[in-house]
């Protein structure tokens, strides 16, 4: 599984148009060449490479195949909001570890944080949220919401 780094650090050198140029393109076709992207931005194939693996390797990008959770077995998606008491980012890291959630972020609101998970079967959600998330120390509730149907994904909103 790939993680997702941090969010680049203040004052870090932004993106020039080349590279915003690439990933946009990437955005659009992940399964795009390098050679094809080269003749787009006008850099040789090799730059475009180096270029594209600097991007992966500095948390600015991905290039995941994203599947249908259902044609791949898993009948339950669901978000849990979880409510926690004392240091929220140490949790968050703890969650982090759970392999079973492919999403965690902190945010303001009713709940501290937000978990994402693909499950094989109600059981397993049940399992997921009762027995390991609802069961550490500073969770103090939960509240899953299970998906019914996913109306739109999409990861392509650009760079700026």
Known sequence: MTERKST?????????ETAKRIIELLQDDGRLSYSAIAKEVGLSEAAVRHRVQKLIEGGVMQVVAVTDPLQMGFARQAMIGIKVSGRVREVAAEL???????????????????AELVAESDDELLDIVSEQISAMDRVVTTETFVYLRLEKQTYAWGVR
């Open 8 to 16: 680049p650090a203040r004052g870090q050198t932004p993106l020039d």
């Open 96 to 114: 982090a570890e759970m392999d079973k959630l492919d999403y965690i972020v902190i945010t303001t609101g009713r709940f501290d944080i937000l």
